[in-house]
C-alpha cells in the first residue's frame, strides 16, 4: 500500500534533505506550489496536491489544501472498519506523515511599515488545519511543525517505526505551536482594530530552564525572547533572581538617561546617580551602599571603558549590564570568572501590561510609564525650589518610582544618599534611609527628598526635615495636605506636589 507525507512549510530549512530521506523509507510526497516547485528544481519526485485531489489551487493559493481527499487522508482511523469503507468509497489515501509550517505572520507583523493587506495575507488557514488535524489524529499520523524535529523523526523512522510516544509529543508540540501563532493573530488585530481585550492570551516559546527558581527548591524557566534583549557574553549562567535585578537595573537606568549608573539588590536601589561620565556615575553610586552593593546588578547607559572595569573588578558583583564594553575593558571584567557580563541589546522599556498571579487568575494593569509634566507640578509651599533642588528632586522622584513601596529617597547631585524601601511605615523607610545614609559616612543635611505617595500625616514630612532635607517632592492628594504644607513652611524647606503616585508592589 502506498505511504504518503504531506510536506507544505513557509520555513523551507532542511526540508530538501527530509523529503530526500523519506523516499528511502517508500513515502510518496504530497506538496503544495513552492514547496513542489522547490522538490522539483532538486530532482525530488512531488505529488502537487491539486493534482493529487482534482482540484486547483484558487484565488492565489488562498485556497490549496481544504479537500476531503487530504483532511480525510489525514483523519481516518485506521482501526474503524466503517472508516476504511468510506475511504475506499470516496477514493480516499492515507496520509501518513504531515509536515507543515505557518504563514510568517508574527515576522511580517514585525517589519516596519508592513501594510495591514500584507500582514492579513499572512494569516494561515490551511495550514494550521492541516496541523490541527493531524495532531488530532496523533495515534496514527506524524505530525512535524518545525526543522529541528526532522533530524530525530528520521532517526526513529530507521529503526522502522515511529512511536506512539514520539506521536504524542508531535501532538503536543503542534498545538502548541497553533495556539502561539493564534495569539499572535489575535493580540495583534485586538490592537489594530482597537477591540477591548475579553481574554488575556500569554503564549511564549519556552527559552531555557534555569537552575532553580527564586530559591534552589523552586524550578523555574524563561519563557519567551530574553535573548533578543540581552546577550550573557561571560560568566556563569544567569538567575532567575539576576534577571528580577537585571530588569529592576536596566529600567532605572534608563528612565535616568544619559550616563546614569544603578545598583540594583534585591529589586531595590543600593545606589544611583547620573554624572559626567559612565565612571564617575558608578563611584558616586556605590559611595549611596558599598555593603549592599557587594554581590548586586550593576547597570550602564553608556559604553563601560577600561578604567571603570578595573573600579568594578574591586567588589564582587554579580552582573554588569551595558550596552558595549570597549575590548580592554571586556579583557579586565574577564578576570572575574563566573561574574555575567551583558550587552543591552535594546531597550526594554515598552508599554506592554504587567501580569501577576492570583489564586483563580491574573492580575493585569498598564506598565508604570508615566512621567509627571512640568507644567503639572505644584510649588505648594512658600519657598520655591532652586534650579539644582529641581533637578536633584527629579532624579530622586525617578528612583523612588522605581523603588518598593513604602519608598523614601534622599539625594542630592544626581546621586542617592539613603533609601529606605518596602516598609510598612512610611516614617520608618525615611529612618532606614537616614540610618544608611550615617553608616557609610553620608550627611543628608540640605539633601532633597522623594516620596512616592502622600504623607496622611505631617509626621512622616518631619522625619523627613529632622534628616536634613530642605526641598520634598511627593504626589499630594491627602486629606491632610494643608497640614503637611504648614509644617514645610514651618520649617522653610520647598515641597513639589506632582499629583502622581508611584506604589510599586
Known amino acids: 500500500m502506498k505511504k504518503f507525507a504531506l510536506i507544505s512549510v513557509s520555513d523551507k530549512t532542511g526540508i530538501v534533505d527530509f523529503a530526500k530521506s523519506l523516499l528511502k523509507f517508500d513515502y510518496e510526497i504530497l506538496a503544495t506550489g513552492n514547496t513542489a516547485k522547490l522538490f522539483s528544481q532538486n530532482n525530488i519526485p512531488v505529488n502537487e496536491v491539486s493534482d493529487f485531489t482534482g482540484f486547483p489551487e484558487i484565488f492565489e493559493g488562498r485556497v490549496k489544501t481544504l479537500h476531503p481527499k487530504i483532511f480525510g487522508g489525514i483523519l481516518i482511523r485506521r482501526d474503524i472498519l466503517q472508516d476504511q469503507n468510506q475511504a475506499e468509497e470516496n477514493s480516499i489515501l492515507p496520509i501518513d506523515i504531515v509536515c507543515v509550517n505557518l504563514y510568517p505572520f508574527v515576522q511580517t507583523i514585525k517589519k516596519e511599515n508592513a501594510q495591514l493587506e500584507e500582514i492579513i495575507e499572512n494569516i494561515d488557514i490551511g495550514g494550521p488545519s492541516l496541523v490541527r488535524a493531524a495532531a488530532k489524529n496523533y ?57 477591548e481585550k475579553s481574554y488575556l492570551r500569554i503564549n511564549e516559546k519556552l527559552n531555557k530552564k534555569l537552575r532553580y ?24 549562567e544567569i538567575s532567575y533572581n539576576n534577571i528580577l535585578d537585571l530588569t529592576a537595573a536596566i529600567e532605572l537606568a534608563e528612565e535616568l538617561g544619559d550616563n546614569a549608573c544603578t545598583i540594583i539588590k534585591h529589586n531595590n536601589a543600593a545606589g544611583a546617580s547620573v554624572s559626567s561620565s559612565p565612571l564617575q556615575a558608578y563611584l558616586n553610586a556605590l559611595k549611596c551602599d558599598p555593603v549592599s552593593a557587594f554581590g548586586g546588578i550593576v547597570a550602564f547607559n553608556n559604553e563601560v571603558d577600561a578604567e571603570t572595569a578595573e573600579k568594578l573588578n574591586e567588589i564582587f558583583l554579580e552582573i554588569v549590564c551595558a550596552p558595549s564594553f570597549s575590548s580592554d575593558a571586556i579583557n579586565i571584567l574577564k578576570k572575574k570568572k563566573d561574574r555575567r557580563l551583558i550587552r543591552k541589546l535594546k531597550n526594554i522599556t515598552h508599554p506592554e501590561k504587567t501580569v501577576r498571579s492570583i489564586p483563580g487568575g491574573f492580575l493585569v494593569q498598564d506598565r508604570d510609564l508615566i ?58 523607610s525615611a529612618k532606614i534611609a537616614f540610618m544608611k545614609a550615617q553608616q557609610h559616612g553620608l550627611d543628608l543635611t540640605n539633601s532633597v527628598a522623594a516620596s512616592d505617595a502622600f504623607f496622611p500625616f505631617a509626621d512622616g514630612l518631619l522625619e523627613i526635615i529632622k534628616c536634613g532635607a530642605t526641598a520634598v517632592i511627593q504626589p499630594g492628594g491627602s486629606v491632610r495636605d494643608q497640614e503637611v504644607i504648614d509644617a514645610a513652611n514651618q520649617h522653610n524647606i520647598t515641597m513639589v506636589f506632582t499629583g502622581i503616585r508611584h506604589f510599586k508592589h
Request: hydrophobic share 35%; proline share 3%.
Open 371 to 428: 512621567s509627571f509634566e512640568y507644567d503639572n507640578l505644584k510649588v505648594v509651599t512658600n519657598r520655591k525650589p532652586t534650579k539644582k533642588e529641581f533637578e536633584d528632586l527629579t532624579f530622586a522622584w525617578i528612583v523612588a518610582k522605581h523603588t518598593k513601596s513604602n519608598a523614601i529617597v534622599f539625594a542630592k547631585d544626581k546621586t542617592t544618599l539613603g533609601v529606605g524601601a518596602g516598609q510598612m511605615s512610611r516614617i520608618d
Open 139 to 195: 495515534k496514527y499520523v506524524s505530525v512535524l511543525t518545525s526543522p529541528a524535529q526532522y533530524v530525530p523523526f528520521l532517526s526513529e523512522l530507521e529503526t522502522g517505526n515511529i512511536s506512539q510516544k514520539t506521536r504524542e509529543k508531535l501532538a503536543v508540540a503542534a498545538f502548541s505551536y497553533t495556539s502561539n501563532y493564534d495569539t499572535y493573530i489575535a493580540n495583534y488585530l485586538e490592537q489594530k482594530f482597537e477591540v
Open 213 to 236: 527558581g527564586e530559591n534552589p527548591h523552586q524550578s523555574a524557566e524563561i519563557f519567551g525572547n530574553f535573548d533578543e534583549y540581552f546577550e550573557v557574553f561571560h560568566g556563569k
